[in-house]
């Protein structure tokens, strides 16, 4: 295969990934839309942690929140637990690596908040101990997955949404991902703040 082939197939790829995603994920999306407006209408905070692409995802739904997406509107409660060094380094040092995120979840969750756990196998160990860390401390999960949704899929309750990318490949899941994370902001931004129609 030459490489400008190579190329145009990872576009295709992406894209009939996406057009498969649109047919399923919609209902998830909005389900988890919800879920998040409904906790910071409750004065509550999201949450969010993954691993490597994973935990800049977490970061990117972390600034478009605080900061702005597309419309000026006030900074809305969202904390990415990948980005304190000090802490992360502490915990793994002092605890466990798996328990990076966990600690952070029983230490600033409360019941009205919503965690994003993101990870595109399903499997990640710190992710799933952030998951029954916010189970305990009543939390909603809105859980980004892709594959056959991993252990992850296993743990959710039924006021927790999953939104299962539908391909075994990590860069098409971390791209579908993206959009997602880009769904929600939109829809969190138009059901609190109003918004022409797209």
Do not use: W
């Amino acid at each position: 295969m030459n490489l400008e082939e190579r190329i145009s197939n990872h576009f295709r790829d992406s894209i009939e990934t996406k057009q498969r995603s649109m047919e399923e994920l919609v209902i998830p999306i909005q389900h988890a839309g919800n879920c998040m407006v409904q906790s910071m209408l409750n004065e509550g905070k999201i949450l969010s942690c993954g691993n490597g692409g994973s935990a800049g995802d977490a970061q990117h739904f972390s600034a478009e929140l605080l900061n702005r997406f597309e419309k000026e509107r006030p900074g809305l409660p969202a904390v990415a637990l990948t980005t304190d060094s000090s802490t992360l380094t502490a915990i793994a040092n002092d605890y466990d690596y798996n328990e990076i995120f966990a600690k952070q979840v029983t230490a600033l969750g409360r019941a009205n908040d919503v965690l994003l756990a993101i990870s595109t196998s399903g499997n990640s160990a710190n992710v799933i101990a952030a998951i029954s860390a916010a189970h305990e401390r009543e939390m909603a999960v809105v859980a980004l997955t892709g594959r056959d949704g991993g252990k992850m899929a296993g743990l959710l309750q039924e006021k927790d949404v999953e939104i299962r990318v539908p391909s075994e490949r990590t860069a098409r899941v971390q791209e579908v991902h993206l959009v997602v994370i880009h769904c929600l902001c939109d829809f969190i931004d138009t059901q609190l703040f109003g918004g022409d129609e797209v």
